[in-house]
């Protein structure tokens, strides 16, 4: 209720599994908000299925098992789980997440993702230069998806 009240628009749900999310569901229907969960690597084509179903907004399609934060590379799992999410659900849409902070890596997943997650990085910016760093990372890694629509 707060969050649809603050005019937020729904949650990523990393530690909730579709299985468990019952009182989520319904809340999120209650108040309109997008619900998001992860496909990952090992999601079995049932799992993916049910994420796929179950997910408002995107799926996020987590690059490699882990934790989040900036990495040198995005795995190449990520084109595995786009190509799982798509197995699943023609409607779909998807983000990877896990490991993007560079301009180049948004350009690279935006080639095969419908969007892409950096939400480490901007906390990160925030935190050391504040709402202005967070300004400049963005504008850089907006430039990275070129304008494109997958």
Do not use: H
């Not at 997910?55 to 399609?61: D, N």
């Not at 480490?120 to 925030?126: A, E, I």
């Amino acid at each position: 209720r707060d969050l649809a009240a603050a005019g937020g628009a729904g949650l990523i749900t990393p530690d909730l599994i579709p299985d468990e999310a019952a009182e989520w569901l319904e809340i999120s229907d209650k108040y309109e908000l997008d619900r998001v969960f992860l496909g990952t690597p090992s999601s079995s084509p049932e799992r993916m299925k049910t994420a796929c179903d179950l997910s408002r907004g995107f799926v996020y399609a987590v690059s490699t098992m882990g934790i989040t934060g900036a990495r040198a590379e995005v795995d190449a799992n990520a084109r595995k789980v786009v190509a799982k999410v798509r197995e699943a659900s023609e409607t779909a849409n998807t983000a990877v997440g896990i490991g993007i902070s560079t301009p180049e890596q948004v350009s690279n997943v935006s080639s095969y993702a419908n969007g892409a997650i950096v939400g480490s990085l901007l906390v990160d910016s925030l935190a050391t230069d504040g709402v202005a760093g967070v300004s400049s990372v963005t504008a850089a890694l907006a430039a990275g998806t070129g304008n494109r629509t997958v």
